[in-house]
């Protein structure tokens, strides 16, 4: 078992504008899952759509955007969950600074 702080994990720059924390992963013991916080300046380039052969379990923590999926646009906000399946091609696009798990 661990317990750490939020402040223990230093972030490190991800994507141009986009900061990540690996809160749990490979070095914790965990065999399956990752959790990372993940930081998204608002001025930060939309990724472009892409597909990849894991899901996605994101919970938002502030900020709103779109994600867009296969069954098109669809709006989130704070406190929402989203979930994107493998293989779905898939973007999110923040309006304003977004920061989810």
């Known amino acids: 078992m661990k317990v750490k702080s939020l402040e223990d994990v ?3 720059n991800y994507a141009e504008g986009v900061q990540k924390r690996q809160l749990i992963h490979k070095k914790d013991g965990a065999e399956n899952f ?3 916080l993940f930081v998204v300046d608002q001025r930060a380039p939309f990724p472009p759509p892409h597909s990849h052969p894991w899901e996605h379990e ?4 502030e900020g709103q955007g779109i994600v867009v999926g296969d069954d098109g646009e669809k709006p989130f906000k704070s406190g929402d ?3 994107i ?3 779905e091609r898939h973007q999110l696009m923040q309006q304003g600074t ?3 798990i």
């Open 81 to 83: 969950v989203i979930f």
């Open 10 to 12: 230093l972030p490190e």
């Open 85 to 87: 399946p493998p293989n």
């Open 58 to 61: 994101i919970y938002v923590l």
């Open 98 to 100: 977004l920061r989810f």
């Open 34 to 36: 990752y959790m990372r």
